[in-house]
């Protein structure tokens, strides 16, 4: 759950939007840059990926059916 930051100074809001902003920016070129890099590998073994996401999202949906 994301809360924003609840303030009545307008500088210090300013800054939080500020940093969140920046934050977002560097996780998301980290994320296509680590998508970008790992591409190749996630082709020539397609197969394999697909089990594995497969089976992990039969696994979550086994987990969430069960409560645990």
Same mark, same amino acid.
């Given at each position: 759950?994301? !809360?924003?930051? /609840?303030? @009545?100074?307008?500088r210090?809001?300013?800054? /939080? !939007?500020? *940093? ?9 070129? *980290? ?9 190749? @590998? ?6 394999? !990926?697909?089990?594995v996401?497969?089976?992990?999202r039969?696994? /979550? ?8």
């Amino acid at each position: 759950v994301f !809360v924003l930051p /609840c303030h @009545d100074q307008p500088r210090l809001l300013a800054r /939080c !939007v500020l *940093a969140l902003s920046l934050v977002g920016l560097a996780v998301t070129t *980290a994320w296509a840059a680590f998508g970008s890099l790992i591409q190749n @590998d996630f082709t020539t073994r397609r197969r394999l !990926v697909n089990a594995v996401l497969a089976a992990s999202r039969a696994a /979550c949906a086994v987990s969430t059916l069960l409560g645990a």
